[in-house]
Nanobody, 132 residues
Framework: QVQLQESGPGLVKPSQMLTLTCTVS??????????WSWIRQPPGKDLEWVGA???????GYNPALKNRTSIWRDTSKNQFSLRLTSVTPEDTAVYYC????????????????????????WGQGLQVIVSS
Protein backbone atom coordinates (compact mmCIF):
# COMPACT_ATOMS: atom_id res chain seq x y z
CA GLN A 1 0.00 0.00 0.00
CA VAL A 2 1.46 3.32 -1.10
CA GLN A 3 1.53 5.95 1.62
CA LEU A 4 2.80 9.52 1.54
CA GLN A 5 3.38 11.84 4.48
CA GLU A 6 4.22 15.54 4.36
CA SER A 7 6.37 17.22 7.00
CA GLY A 8 7.61 20.74 7.54
CA PRO A 9 6.79 24.01 9.25
CA GLY A 10 3.23 25.18 9.61
CA LEU A 11 4.15 28.85 9.81
CA VAL A 12 6.61 30.79 7.67
CA LYS A 13 7.35 34.49 7.65
CA PRO A 14 6.99 36.52 4.45
CA SER A 15 10.13 36.68 2.29
CA GLN A 16 11.50 33.52 3.89
CA MET A 17 11.94 30.10 2.36
CA LEU A 18 9.53 27.18 2.78
CA THR A 19 10.89 23.65 2.75
CA LEU A 20 8.63 20.59 2.89
CA THR A 21 9.47 16.90 2.72
CA CYS A 22 7.36 13.96 1.62
CA THR A 23 8.20 10.51 2.96
CA VAL A 24 6.97 7.64 0.82
CA SER A 25 6.36 4.06 1.89
CA UNK A 26 5.05 1.09 -0.04
CA UNK A 27 6.64 2.17 -3.33
CA UNK A 28 10.01 3.34 -4.59
CA UNK A 29 10.28 6.90 -5.86
CA UNK A 30 12.62 5.57 -8.56
CA UNK A 31 10.09 3.07 -9.94
CA UNK A 32 9.16 3.74 -13.55
CA UNK A 33 6.05 5.52 -14.75
CA UNK A 34 5.45 7.89 -11.87
CA UNK A 35 6.05 11.51 -11.04
CA TRP A 36 6.14 12.54 -7.41
CA SER A 37 4.29 15.78 -7.17
CA TRP A 38 3.62 18.71 -4.91
CA ILE A 39 0.15 20.20 -5.11
CA ARG A 40 -1.36 22.98 -3.04
CA GLN A 41 -4.77 24.43 -2.32
CA PRO A 42 -5.02 28.03 -1.12
CA PRO A 43 -8.09 28.88 0.96
CA GLY A 44 -11.18 29.09 -1.24
CA LYS A 45 -9.28 28.25 -4.42
CA ASP A 46 -8.69 25.28 -6.71
CA LEU A 47 -5.96 22.75 -6.36
CA GLU A 48 -2.74 23.96 -8.00
CA TRP A 49 0.03 21.72 -9.26
CA VAL A 50 3.36 23.10 -8.00
CA GLY A 51 5.83 20.70 -9.57
CA ALA A 52 7.17 17.18 -9.62
CA UNK A 53 10.25 15.00 -9.68
CA UNK A 54 10.06 12.12 -12.10
CA UNK A 55 11.16 8.59 -11.41
CA UNK A 56 14.39 9.17 -13.34
CA UNK A 57 15.22 12.35 -11.40
CA UNK A 58 14.10 15.01 -13.86
CA UNK A 59 11.96 17.83 -12.52
CA GLY A 60 9.10 19.92 -13.86
CA TYR A 61 7.36 22.98 -12.49
CA ASN A 62 4.23 25.06 -12.83
CA PRO A 63 5.38 28.00 -15.00
CA ALA A 64 3.79 30.47 -12.58
CA LEU A 65 5.99 29.21 -9.74
CA LYS A 66 9.04 28.00 -11.59
CA ASN A 67 11.33 30.86 -10.61
CA ARG A 68 10.76 30.25 -6.89
CA THR A 69 10.50 26.48 -6.79
CA SER A 70 12.88 23.57 -6.59
CA ILE A 71 12.23 19.88 -5.98
CA TRP A 72 14.81 17.25 -5.20
CA ARG A 73 14.92 13.76 -3.74
CA ASP A 74 16.83 11.55 -1.34
CA THR A 75 16.53 8.04 -2.73
CA SER A 76 18.25 6.52 0.31
CA LYS A 77 15.35 7.72 2.44
CA ASN A 78 12.67 7.41 -0.27
CA GLN A 79 11.82 11.08 0.23
CA PHE A 80 11.33 14.07 -2.01
CA SER A 81 11.29 17.70 -0.99
CA LEU A 82 9.97 21.08 -2.06
CA ARG A 83 11.59 24.45 -1.59
CA LEU A 84 9.66 27.63 -2.27
CA THR A 85 11.57 30.89 -1.90
CA SER A 86 10.45 34.44 -1.19
CA VAL A 87 7.08 33.36 0.15
CA THR A 88 4.17 35.77 0.50
CA PRO A 89 0.76 35.41 2.16
CA GLU A 90 -0.50 34.20 -1.24
CA ASP A 91 1.53 31.04 -0.67
CA THR A 92 -0.67 30.17 2.29
CA ALA A 93 -2.24 26.82 1.42
CA VAL A 94 -2.63 23.19 2.28
CA TYR A 95 0.33 21.47 0.64
CA TYR A 96 -0.02 17.89 -0.56
CA CYS A 97 2.42 15.41 -1.96
CA UNK A 98 1.08 12.83 -4.39
CA UNK A 99 2.08 10.12 -6.80
CA UNK A 100 0.92 10.85 -10.34
CA UNK A 101 1.17 8.86 -13.54
CA UNK A 102 3.64 10.60 -15.83
CA UNK A 103 1.23 10.77 -18.78
CA UNK A 104 -1.37 12.68 -16.76
CA UNK A 105 0.92 15.58 -15.86
CA UNK A 106 1.24 17.15 -19.30
CA UNK A 107 -1.86 19.32 -19.07
CA UNK A 108 -0.84 20.80 -15.75
CA UNK A 109 2.16 22.53 -17.25
CA UNK A 110 -0.34 25.04 -18.64
CA UNK A 111 -1.53 26.01 -15.17
CA UNK A 112 -4.78 24.10 -15.42
CA UNK A 113 -6.29 23.50 -11.95
CA UNK A 114 -5.31 20.09 -10.66
CA UNK A 115 -8.12 17.61 -10.55
CA UNK A 116 -8.29 15.59 -7.37
CA UNK A 117 -9.28 12.41 -9.20
CA UNK A 118 -6.04 12.55 -11.22
CA UNK A 119 -4.57 10.26 -8.58
CA UNK A 120 -5.67 8.24 -5.59
CA UNK A 121 -2.28 8.47 -3.93
CA TRP A 122 -2.14 11.55 -1.70
CA GLY A 123 -0.57 12.57 1.54
CA GLN A 124 -2.92 13.87 4.20
CA GLY A 125 -1.88 17.47 3.54
CA LEU A 126 0.01 20.04 5.56
CA GLN A 127 -1.38 23.48 6.34
CA VAL A 128 1.21 26.20 5.76
CA ILE A 129 0.50 29.77 6.77
CA VAL A 130 2.67 32.64 5.61
CA SER A 131 2.38 35.44 8.11
CA SER A 132 4.54 37.76 10.14
Amino acid sequence: QVQLQESGPGLVKPSQMLTLTCTVSGASITAGGHAWSWIRQPPGKDLEWVGAIYYGGATGYNPALKNRTSIWRDTSKNQFSLRLTSVTPEDTAVYYCARVEVATLVKYYTGTPFRRNTTEYWGQGLQVIVSS
